[in-house]
């Protein structure tokens, strides 16, 4: 009973104690949110937000002094040095605020270790207010060791009179994962088996490339007939397969999104018996398999696994111009490249 009555008289006194403090407390905190996407590829733009966060100061915060170090050897401010680098948004002081917005270099940041962004934000007293006040955005330019971090340096928090408010700050780094993108895809060759290689090669040696708003590639496949492309930029690409003998095969309006991690471009069989290259089969390739019908140990550019030079009239790789190679180009008579991509 006795005890009772303890846990009562505890609770009560803590019931008038714990509104009397907090009536009384002052909080500011400024806060990174978590940025977006995560992961991040190379090309995509990275953002996070300042969270600035006042409780309870009669005098009202009316100034914010911020400098934040980014990793220049993954990321990059979207803007030039000296141009401005962060958006200041009306979430926290209004639509009224005045700001300064630079990039600095290392040597004029805190620290002088790396390059920061320095933001001063002022506007209207605010007592108690939550909100955003501006904007980070970078764009991803390396991989690195697979992490762009930020950190807030240095800031100064002030009151309408122009004091220093104390504040909590978090968290001390924010770290975003960075990954390389791959876009993959299948090239088989009609009359190859798909592994393992003729020839003894490791490569099965057909190149893709993919056009976009640049030529990216050629990148070669692989024994399996697989190829991968790295980190290929977000838009929109037409896959091109090619392989000496073979009419090329292809694939356009492929849409890389700017936050995929992955992308497949799917398989495709190429048809061979285009011998002499015009991406056409017809009498000028059977008559130049006929030419050199008969021939052993020609060059095997899928052997070796270094995708040299290659004897197209040996169409299968088998290193001989025979029957077969003969009737692959017979078969596909007629047919023209660039065929579909499809298996
Ligand atoms: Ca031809
Ligand atoms: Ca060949
Ligand atoms: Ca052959």
Redesign the pocket.
């Given at each position: 009973m006795k005890a009772y009555r303890s846990i009562v008289v505890i609770i009560l006194v803590l019931m008038l104690a714990l509104p009397a403090t907090a009536a009384g407390a002052a909080s500011a905190s400024i806060s990174l949110t978590s940025p977006t996407p995560n992961p991040a590829m190379i090309g995509s733009e990275i953002a996070f937000d300042l969270a600035v966060s006042v409780d309870g100061f009669q005098t009202g915060v009316s100034g914010i002094d911020l400098y934040l170090n980014y990793d220049p050897a993954v990321v990059t401010p979207p803007t030039t040095p000296g141009a401005a680098a962060a958006e200041v948004l009306p979430d926290f002081f209004g639509v009224s605020n005045f700001s300064i917005n630079e990039v600095l270099p290392a040597s004029q940041c805190p620290g002088a270790t790396k390059p920061c962004i320095h933001l001063v934000l002022a506007g209207p007293p605010q007592t108690s207010q939550i909100g955003i006040a501006a904007r980070f955005h970078f764009r991803v330019t390396a991989v690195g060791s697979g992490s762009a971090c930020f950190s807030i340096v240095q800031a100064t928090m002030v009151d309408a009179n122009g004091f220093n408010v104390p504040y909590v700050k978090s968290p001390g780094d924010l770290c975003q994962t960075i990954q390389n993108r791959a876009t993959t895809g299948t090239v088989l060759r009609q009359g190859v088996p798909a592994s393992p290689n003729p020839g003894g090669g490791t490569l099965a040696c057909s190149s893709v490339t993919a056009t976009g708003t640049w030529v990216y590639g050629p990148v070669v496949t692989n024994t399996d007939g697989n190829f991968s492309f790295t980190n290929l930029p977000a838009g929109t690409y037409t896959f091109r397969a090619t392989y000496?003998?073979y009419l090329s095969s292809e694939k356009a309006g492929v849409a890389i999104p700017d936050n995929s991690i992955t992308g497949n471009v799917g398989s495709t069989t190429l048809r061979g018996g285009d011998v002499n290259g015009d991406n056409a089969i017809n009498i000028l390739d059977i008559g130049a398999v006929i030419s050199k019908f008969g021939k052993t140990s020609v060059a095997?550019?899928s052997a070796g696994g270094n995708c040299t030079t290659?004897?197209?009239a040996?169409?299968n790789?088998d290193g001989t111009v025979n029957i077969s190679d003969l009737a692959i180009t017979a078969g596909n008579w007629g047919k023209m490249g660039p065929t579909a991509w499809q298996p």
């Open positions: 000496p003998g095997v550019r290659d004897e197209p040996d169409i790789d």
